[in-house]
Structure formats: structure tokens, C-alpha cells
């Protein structure tokens, strides 16, 4: 067993095991009334041609959209409130990298393929999960609106 490593950021501390992470969005998704908070759609506005939408989910305060091309490429899109939420993610032998998406600190890590960027708009959570290259994924993620 390793001990968990506890890396504070802006909105968002890593704790490291040895086969996988916990992101915890620490104070994210709360506003500051006591009034209910509508949850706002916000979706990529660059999708790389070629793509198109295979599936879609919308529930209470979560959406999941996943594009795919006629390759067999595929992107696939997750928001959330943020409210101090958790992600886990597969990190064995995989390397995170802090990257900054707009003005929004995110992690950026590939696992078994896939690329995966996760952050934080002080009030979602936006995981961004592809097989594309890293920097075309880093475009679609600053797309987001």
C-alpha cells in the first residue's frame, strides 16, 4: 500500500495511490446564495470534423455526450456539478500533468490509449476523454462554453 500524496491546487487536491487517483473538487458548484442552483448545460463548441454525436444522457445535474467517426475515433464529454464532488481515475503507470484549460487549472493524463483532461469552472466538473492527440483534446476542452 502507498500512502496518499495530497497535492493542493486552486480548486482541486490529488490523492495518489498506487493504482488509481481521487480528484476532490474542494468548494466547487456552490454559489453564494442559499438559492437552488440551475444546472447550465455547457457543451464543446469545436468538435473535429468528422465527428458526430453516437450517444447522449442529460439527468438532474450531470451530462454525458460521446462523439465518434467513421475511424473509430471517439471523444467523450462528462459535466457535473462540482459540488465537493470526487473523480476516480485509473492512473496506474500513468504520469498526471497540471495543464491550465482557459484560466481554469486541470490535469491531463493518458492511460491505455485514451487522453483524459479534467477541470474545474468553479462550479462543474468537465472530464474530456479521447484517443485524439493531446493538443487537439486541449482545443475541444477550451471550446467548452
Not at 491546487?9 to 493504482?19: A, D, G, L, P, S
Not at 481554469?104 to 469552472?121: A, M, P, R
Request: aromatic share 14%.
Amino acid at each position: 500500500s502507498v500512502e496518499a500524496l495530497r497535492k493542493p491546487f486552486i480548486n482541486f487536491i490529488i490523492e495518489t495511490y498506487e493504482k488509481y487517483s481521487t480528484i476532490i473538487f474542494d468548494g466547487a458548484g456552490k454559489t453564494e446564495s442559499d438559492a437552488p442552483l440551475i444546472f447550465e448545460s455547457h457543451k464543446p463548441s469545436y468538435i473535429p470534423h468528422g465527428f458526430e454525436i453516437s450517444r447522449s444522457e442529460e439527468l438532474l445535474m450531470y451530462q454525458f455526450i460521446e462523439y465518434t467517426n467513421e475511424d473509430g475515433n471517439i471523444i467523450m464529454f462528462e459535466q457535473s456539478l462540482g459540488d465537493n464532488s470526487q473523480v476516480g481515475i485509473d492512473t496506474e503507470n500513468t504520469e498526471t500533468e497540471i495543464i491550465e484549460v482557459n484560466t481554469y487549472s486541470g490535469i491531463y493524463f493518458e492511460n491505455k490509449g485514451f487522453k483524459t483532461i479534467i477541470f474545474s469552472n468553479d462550479t462543474y466538473v468537465f472530464i474530456l476523454t479521447g484517443n485524439l492527440g493531446k493538443s487537439e483534446l486541449i482545443k475541444i476542452a477550451e471550446s467548452i462554453n
